[in-house]
């Protein structure tokens, strides 16, 4: 079956805008999970939610925000870019969040803010 | 709170000896643990875990860990390097009833012929 997949696999923006990246879990993964991995701070959690709903919030500042909808899909968005927010951003999928279940990840967006 | 510390961010070994991988944990409830490994330009994928039962577990690739819970550790092995194993790896740490996963900083893995 199709593994998780994120669209788009590369963006580059520019300083002050906005960014929306795209998540599609594995078909039956009701629970979707958000990481930043940048050199310096390494991978670092952004958010998890299932059917719908945030479970669990990184430490990240406002601007950055997310949503799942009802067919699990999941979605990021990054508001005021700042140049640090360059980083791959990682989606992860499971069957549930009880935690002993493998979260399987896509291949990452890779954001460039320039 | 739960943490993981991965001691040497980068390990040297030629082909064919022995891989050791550190990873220490805390955590205030029983732990989950994970090996993950990252090739360039890709995301993670699971090696193995433990989370309850057997200490020792075998995952894919011929790696496997031990879960001590006396030394706080969960140490991966492999008995005898390939090229291909050259990657990062990182150990990582959830509970029950979160699929928040907490990272160490990773170990790249160099492989010498």
């Known amino acids: 079956k199709a593994g998780v997949t994120q669209t788009p696999r590369y963006l580059i923006k520019t300083r002050g805008q906005q960014v929306t990246l795209s998540c599609s879990p594995i078909?039956?993964?009701?629970?979707v999970s958000w990481y930043q991995q940048t050199p310096g701070q390494g991978l670092q959690f952004l958010f998890e939610?299932?059917?719908?709903?945030?479970?669990n919030k990184g430490n990240f500042p406002g601007r950055f925000s997310g949503r799942q909808f009802s067919n699990s899909r999941s979605e990021m968005n990054v508001s005021t870019l700042e140049l640090g927010d360059s980083a791959l951003y990682l989606c992860?999928?499971?069957?549930?969040?009880?935690?002993?279940?493998?979260?399987?990840f896509g291949q990452g967006t890779r954001l460039t803010v320039v | 709170a739960q943490s993981v510390t991965q001691l040497g961010s980068h390990v040297s070994v030629s082909e064919g000896a022995l891989v050791l991988l550190r990873c220490n944990y805390s955590?205030?409830?029983?732990?989950?643990l994970f090996w993950y490994v990252q090739y360039p330009n890709q995301g993670l994928q699971l090696l193995l875990k433990?989370?309850?039962?057997?200490?020792l577990v075998k995952g894919i690739n011929g790696f496997e860990a031990e879960f001590k819970k006396s030394e706080t550790s969960f140490h991966l092995t492999k008995p005898s390097a390939h090229m291909s194993d050259a990657a990062e790896y990182f150990c990582?740490?959830?509970?029950?009833?979160?699929?928040?996963?907490?990272f160490g900083t990773g170990t790249r893995l160099q492989v010498f012929p």
């Open positions: 992860a999928s499971s069957w549930d969040f009880q935690g002993n279940t493998e979260a399987f």
């Open positions: 078909s039956g993964h009701r629970s």
């Open positions: 939610y299932f059917s719908e709903t945030q479970r």
């Open positions: 955590s205030s409830v029983p732990p989950y």
């Open positions: 433990y989370t309850t039962g057997a200490t």
């Open positions: 990582a740490v959830t509970a029950y009833n979160t699929d928040k996963l907490i």
